[in-house]
């Protein structure tokens, strides 16, 4: 029969405390004859006893959680480099220039951080960024790629992909948080984007952050239906925005940090 580590640290604690309470009388009566004092040394010994096994309790929770803590950041480590092999599929799937998702996901990191997010929702920000498109796994190729302007039924269908994206994303329990992105990075600060049109700081967070860095990215990049844009005209494309499709603050404030960014973006910050 196989005896589980729980049973055996408590099997142990009690052979332990046995012991202690079993030789540590014997020692007081043979010691101390006088009935009283022999009551005041009980008292200060089970003091001791419950400080002592007070502080090995804390030892050990300290080491379960420590354990625990490893754990977990070893299964989000491979959470996260499956991620990026399915990431790196869809960006070479809808010939993206680059590492277009991971170069989106650490400016928009990077923006979160100056913006005051941190914790949890920095690491929500940073799978959603990392799989804003993912709602474009259900759309044709046709669609995706294609080199000219969408017509009305395609441009149809390709609004479609951030409620799929965030449908997809909630299934998974570690992703419910990282919706956020995927379903309204294409929402616009007016109200006149998709596919809830939110207005201004009804858009969630996040959503605002990436859609900057987006933004900047889609103009500098070249795509297969337009060239890079020269990065004076990025600039001055975003501040034309600023306040209609963009979240004004925050265009501010990814302006003013542009060289930081976008060391980060080329992974050499």
């Not at 990065?231 to 990025?234: G, I």
């Given at each position: 029969m196989t005896?589980?580590?729980?049973?055996?640290?408590?099997?142990?604690?009690?052979?332990?405390?046995?012991?202690?309470?079993?030789?540590?009388?014997?020692?007081?009566?043979?010691?101390?004859?006088d009935p009283r004092r022999l009551t005041w040394l009980q008292s200060i010994k089970g003091w001791v006893f419950v400080l002592g096994t007070g502080a090995l309790l804390y030892a050990?929770?300290?080491?379960?959680?420590?354990?625990?803590?490893?754990?977990?950041?070893?299964?989000?480590d491979g959470n996260e480099q499956t991620l990026r092999v399915l990431v790196e599929a869809m960006d070479a799937r809808h010939?993206?220039?680059?590492?277009?998702?991971?170069?989106?996901?650490?400016?928009?990191?990077?923006?979160?951080?100056?913006?005051?997010?941190?914790g949890r929702a920095l690491r929500d920000l940073k799978f959603g960024a990392l799989l804003h498109d993912i709602g474009k796994l259900a759309l044709p190729d046709a669609i995706l790629v294609k080199p000219g302007r969408l017509d009305e039924a395609e441009t149809a269908l390709m609004r479609t992909h951030p409620v799929i994206g965030r449908d997809m994303l909630r299934r998974?329990?570690?992703l419910c948080g990282a919706a956020d992105i995927p379903h309204s990075h294409h929402e616009r600060w007016d109200g006149t984007g998709y596919p809830q049109g939110l207005r201004g700081e009804a858009i969630p967070l996040a959503a605002r952050i990436f859609s900057v860095v987006d933004v900047?990215?889609?103009?500098?990049?070249?795509?297969?239906y337009k060239p890079a844009w020269p990065?004076?005209?990025?600039i001055a494309y975003l501040r034309g925005v600023a306040g209609t499709q963009l979240d004004p603050r925050l265009v501010e404030l990814f302006l003013a940090h542009l060289d930081e960014l976008k060391a980060l973006a080329s992974g050499t910050a």
């Open positions: 005896i589980s580590p729980q049973m055996r640290t408590a099997c142990a604690y009690v052979a332990l405390s046995a012991l202690w309470i079993w030789f540590s009388d014997l020692a007081l009566e043979a010691l101390v004859r050990m929770m300290g080491h379960t959680v420590r354990r625990l803590a490893a754990a977990n950041r070893m299964l989000l010939k993206e220039t680059g590492d277009h998702s991971e170069r989106v996901m650490r400016m928009a990191v990077g923006l979160a951080q100056l913006a005051g997010v941190e998974v329990d570690f900047w990215d889609a103009l500098s990049q070249p795509r297969v990065e004076p005209e990025v």
